[in-house]
């Protein structure tokens, strides 16, 4: 999950799957907000910013509003933006980390892997198969076992 403000990109599950403990701490102490309201959160951030499939622009719209209202949530998201760019390295304030225009904050979809296509397995001939005399085993024992002798 990325996201773009003011033509920057920022990786914000790199930076939730790999926050230093002193960015944790920080934004503990000044949002009240850990790692574990973060990750009870996702799930709604992740359908309030659009991830959710299968809903008309009213529910997504509705959605949005709602989320919105609640100061929760509202702080919840600040935190991620303001750790995402403390992970990339710039120094701010939590308070300077959420003083854009909302319409400058664009989500950016992650990229998905085209899925390699694994080919069928050619059908095998079960009564070819059957039909195919058996190898013997004893006549490569036996050439390796004179060959040794030979030598």
Known sequence: MKFRLRD???DLQAALERPTLLLLREMKIRTGYGMKAIRDMAPRFQKTMG???GLT???????FIEAMDDPD???VFI???WLAR???GEQLSFDEAASFEFDELEMVADEQDPKEEVPEPAPVDVEAAAARPARSSTSRTSKRASSRTSS
């Open 8 to 10: 920057r990109e920022y």
């Open 51 to 53: 991830a959710a499939e």
């Open 57 to 63: 622009d009213e529910q997504k719209e509705e959605l």
């Open 73 to 75: 949530f509202l702080g």
């Open 79 to 81: 935190a991620m933006i």
């Open 86 to 88: 403390r992970h990339a």
